[in-house]
């Protein structure tokens, strides 16, 4: 139902009531009133940051000197913060130029960073040190204890927060995975009773769905006439579903309306036909799935323009067993970020001077590292002691202050927690999340910290 | 007296020849008893056997189980998935004609195949009116239909 047919609707109660009585009118969304907050931005894309990043060689820019035991400091991420990068070791970059491996690093993007734009929590309280953990922590911005894993959040999602209390249609509501490993495609909605898959996310991970499995299995769909042959075999479809009504239902629903799901199949088909001719914007360097899922993101971006939209990146996460590798994987998560503020500010119209932009890791690493060294002689990290709760958030875009930076090593600010009521204090459904009472104590607004 | 021994002991019962006038009966179980989700792995698996006659090999299901895995919106990806495999030259389907010569033994036929059971004379109906009315109608359209509905989703 659009606004006309609402307002149309509503008067006509009015007049049959003869204003006697008022009754809450129930939006297609489920709610009953209008959101309560004003919107402080009209997009949010939230970047979940990386795959459990360590403070030393990220924000604190001490690239080797915290952690090989080498005097040599310098930032890798100069798209997200100020800072001069190495000048020695180099090893982070692209392999082409100088014959070193890794030697010429990648240009920079913005020619300002996301932390001169926006404001830069620099300690902040992560409270999962694991991976899920931390992904369902800065989606509930909740920690729970009985969550498993291999289980949908046990809270709501920021996704079903927004959907219920903001309204929005599930096609403006996206969460981009980079694979569907370690229980990422189960985060679009929680099984809460109270919200749930009706006011889940729209979910693709576009390695899979665009890459090669997705080729051939899905792109060959044959287009079906919306009105001859489509309204009809919903018709039966409807009919079917309704003689099974009292025994069982379907799968869980995300809420897409037809002309959603037709607009998505749509987006696939153009996808599939843009992937061919080598159309999708990509970073420049795009050597790992994350780069890769920064494309499909901005795909997504332009197509659907979301009221938010939720990118997992994670490549970092080799650091395991890699040490070289995740400085590689940590400048090209910040050059993706880079890429990804860029191309809304310049290739979505509809998005730039609109959208605010937060990152925050889901966890940190290890103060000390494991015994495992890489091809460098260089020792691996992992990520289960204090030093792995211990994150940054950098957040830019309208209402955001400039050039602020908040906190420091000896005095951490914040939780990523904080994230969930924030992007409901952009998106004008704070005073919702607050209330509804699923948020870890003590979280609030980043605006609020300010 | 012993020739009455005798004769009732020569009496013996020929058990092949017990007739009870029973005729035999396909067995379908009802709507109410599908009670089970399908596992994604068992609706795919299923769907392709139903509708190309045979089996799917464990690495395809796999492929495909991951592609479905990466749709946020489970029905818009079986929905994604029937198309192509509707759009699949080895796809099996009767011919509209046939469909359309006897519409209640189509409808019969195709519950059968894709419910396991027969359908109820009020869906039979439904089915019948249906297809007269909707002359542009394909057994690919209900067969897609079926596909893609709830109930199959149930064993």
Same mark, same amino acid.
Do not use: M, W
């Given at each position: 139902m659009n606004r006309r047919k609402f307002i149309r609707n509503a008067g006509i109660a009015g007049i049959a009531g003869a204003g006697a009585f008022a009754v809450p009118y129930i939006l297609p969304?489920?709610?009953?009133?209008?959101?309560?907050g004003r919107q402080l931005a009209g997009h949010v894309v939230y970047v979940l940051f990386a795959g459990g990043v360590r403070q030393q060689e990220s924000i604190l820019q001490r690239y080797l000197d915290?952690?090989?035991?080498?005097p040599w400091a310098g930032n890798i991420m100069y798209n997200m913060f100020n800072g001069q990068s190495p000048t020695?070791?180099?090893?982070?970059?692209?392999?082409? #130029? &100088? /014959?070193?491996?890794?030697?010429t690093p990648i240009p920079q993007i913005?020619?300002?960073?996301l932390e001169t734009q926006g404001t830069v929590f620099r300690e902040v309280q992560a409270q999962s040190a694991g991976h899920f953990g931390g992904l369902n922590n800065l989606l509930q911005g909740s920690q729970v204890?009985?969550?498993?894993?291999?289980?949908?959040?046990?809270n709501p999602t920021i996704f079903e927060y927004l959907r219920r209390?903001?309204?929005?249609?599930?096609?403006?509501v996206w969460f981009v995975g980079?694979?569907? #490993? &370690? /229980?990422?495609?189960?985060?679009?909605?929680?099984?809460?009773p109270n919200y749930g898959a009706q006011y889940g996310a729209n979910f693709f991970a576009p390695t899979i769905t665009f890459g090669n499995l997705g080729f051939e299995h899905l792109s060959n769909a044959k287009v079906y006439h919306p009105e001859n042959e489509l309204d009809p075999m919903y018709q039966m479809k409807y009919f079917l579903d309704q003689s099974f009504a009292n025994v069982g239902r379907g799968?869980?629903?995300?809420?897409?309306t037809e002309d959603e799901k037709q607009d998505i199949k749509a987006f696939m088909r153009s996808t599939y036909d843009r992937v061919a001719q080598n159309?999708?914007?990509?970073?420049?360097?795009?050597?790992n799935s994350d780069a890769v899922n920064i494309g499909f993101a901005c795909e997504i971006m332009r197509w659907f323009k979301p009221a938010i939209t939720v990118v997992n990146l994670s490549a970092?996460?080799?650091?395991?067993?890699d040490f070289t590798g995740y400085l590689r994987a940590l400048h090209r998560a910040d050059h993706a970020v880079g890429h990804l503020w860029n191309y809304i500010q310049t290739q979505v119209p509809e998005m730039a001077g609109d959208t605010v932009m937060i990152a925050s890791p889901e966890c940190g690493r290890n103060l000390n590292h494991n015994p495992i060294k890489d091809v460098n002689d260089w020792y691996a990290y992992d990520h289960s002691?204090?030093?792995?709760?211990r994150v940054f958030t950098v957040m830019a875009g309208p209402g955001v202050p400039q050039n602020l930076s908040i906190g420091s090593e000896a005095n951490p600010i914040g939780f990523t927690s904080d994230n969930v009521p924030t992007i409901g204090e952009i998106l004008g459904v704070k005073n919702e999340i607050m209330s509804a009472?699923?948020?870890?104590?003590?979280?609030?607004?980043l605006f609020d910290r300010i | 007296m012993g020739l009455l021994l005798f004769l009732l002991g020569a009496c013996k019962k020929d058990?092949?020849?017990?007739?009870?006038?029973v005729n035999q009966v396909q067995l379908y179980p009802s709507?109410?008893?599908?009670?089970k989700n399908k596992t994604q792995e068992q609706y795919v698996s299923i769907l392709y056997t139903n509708l190309f006659q045979r089996a799917l090999s464990g690495n395809k299901l796999v492929e495909i189980n991951d592609c479905l895995e990466s749709i946020g919106d489970k029905e818009l990806g079986r929905e994604v998935l029937i198309s192509n495999f509707m759009n699949d030259p080895n796809v099996v389907l009767p011919s509209d004609s046939s469909m359309r010569s006897n519409p209640d033994v189509f409808t019969e036929f195709t519950y059968e195949r894709f419910f396991v059971r027969k359908p109820s004379e009020a869906e039979k109906t439904w089915f019948r009116n249906f297809i007269e009315a909707n002359p542009q109608l394909s057994a690919e359209m209900i067969y897609f239909a079926f596909a893609l509905s709830n109930e199959y989703l149930y064993y």
């Open positions: 969304s489920g709610r009953l009133f209008a959101a309560t915290d952690s090989q035991g080498f020695n070791k180099i090893v982070f970059g692209t392999d082409q #130029g &100088n /014959g070193a491996t890794g030697g913005l020619s300002q960073t204890t009985t969550q498993g894993l291999k289980q949908k959040p046990i209390h903001g309204g929005f249609p599930a096609s403006k980079n694979g569907i #490993g &370690n /229980g990422i495609p189960l985060l679009n909605y929680s099984n809460h799968g869980d629903s995300l809420g897409n159309a999708i914007p990509f970073p420049t360097i795009t050597e970092v996460d080799g650091c395991h067993s002691d204090d030093n792995a709760s009472g699923f948020l870890q104590p003590q979280s609030v607004s | 058990a092949s020849k017990d007739q009870y006038e709507i109410g008893a599908k009670t």
